[in-house]
């Protein structure tokens, strides 16, 4: 599967960014899917995570009540809703397929391009 995550931008803190992830083919259904984001000088780290059927998501801290992940596999998308956005946001963000478990568990085979985001203060 081939993934093009788009979205990305410059925001103003507190504002709200839209991350999308489309998946090339018609298998898109049996990924679990994740975000993650690599900041400058940092560790790439996960921070959303959806089962295949979108019916579980998992988020890490940093992120929690502040971000949404969702899919609609009729569309082979996925996205990632940014509200209360902080400059310790920015960071190059990437969205990535797991045909085999989910979240911290999954082995993530495909990966998106990445798409900069960019939190100013």
């Known amino acids: 599967v081939q993934l093009q995550a788009s979205g990305g931008g410059l925001v103003q803190a507190g504002g709200s960014l839209r991350l999308s992830c489309v998946a090339s083919?018609?298998?898109?259904?049996?990924?679990?899917m994740s975000w993650f984001r690599q900041a400058p000088g940092k560790e790439r780290e996960l921070i959303a995570a959806?089962?295949?059927?979108?019916?579980?998501?998992d988020y890490a801290a940093s992120v929690k009540g502040r971000f949404a992940i969702s899919r609609d596999n009729t569309k082979n998308t996925v996205y990632l809703q940014m509200d209360s956005l902080k400059p310790e946001d920015t960071a190059v963000y990437y969205c990535?397929?797991?045909?085999?478990?989910?979240?911290?568990?999954?082995?993530?085979?495909?990966w998106g391009q990445g798409t900069l985001v960019t939190v100013s203060s």
């Open positions: 990535a397929a797991s045909r085999t478990n989910w979240g911290t568990q999954g082995q993530y085979d495909y």
């Open positions: 083919g018609r298998t898109f259904s049996t990924y679990a």
């Open positions: 959806i089962t295949w059927t979108g019916g579980s998501t």
